[in-house]
């Protein structure tokens, strides 16, 4: 993928089906987006916790979650709050119901991760199952977050 690749908006819906720009509504923050499904174990198992622990970490990175949703099936805010212990979300989630904007960064399958400069400029892409990305993912984070500082 062409990591220079500058991105103008990212359109996805919250859980009232209201439309949601996301370099808007988080402008001039670095964002860590999730492209991830409820139906993906390791997005559930490992992805989601790993993002709520980005949360905690990067207190200057806004992590967000976005459902993308490859059926036609709506999905609803419980839905999406049934993969948690606890009944509110960690981080901000939202839904992508025909896929577009994971089909805009060429995503390999879930999790993926995007990482987002203030000017909207892609740092980094991350497919959650290919090596070390874990680590792919902090070191990128520490570079930017230092690029940042």
Not at 9 to 22: G, R, Y
Not at 40 to 68: M, N
Not at 105 to 127: A, H, M
Request: glycine content about 4%; charged content about 20%; some cysteine.
């Amino acid at each position: 993928m062409d990591t220079s690749k500058i991105v103008t908006s990212i359109k996805v819906t919250d859980f009232n089906q209201n439309e949601v720009n996301l370099l808007e509504k988080y402008a001039n923050k670095i964002l860590l987006l999730l492209f991830y499904n409820n139906a993906c174990l390791g997005c559930t198992g490992r992805a989601i916790p790993l993002a709520y622990k980005f949360k905690q970490t990067y207190k200057d990175i806004e992590v967000i979650g976005i459902h993308s949703n490859f059926s036609s099936n709506n999905v609803t805010k419980d839905d999406i709050l049934s993969i948690f212990t606890i009944n509110e979300l960690p981080f901000p989630i939202y839904i992508e119901n025909n896929h577009k904007m994971y089909d805009f960064f060429n995503s390999e399958g879930t999790p993926q991760w995007i990482l987002l400069t203030p000017d909207g400029e892609v740092y980094r892409s991350i497919f959650g199952s290919q090596d070390n990305a874990q680590n792919r993912l902090y070191y990128a984070l520490e570079s930017l977050t230092k690029n940042e500082g």
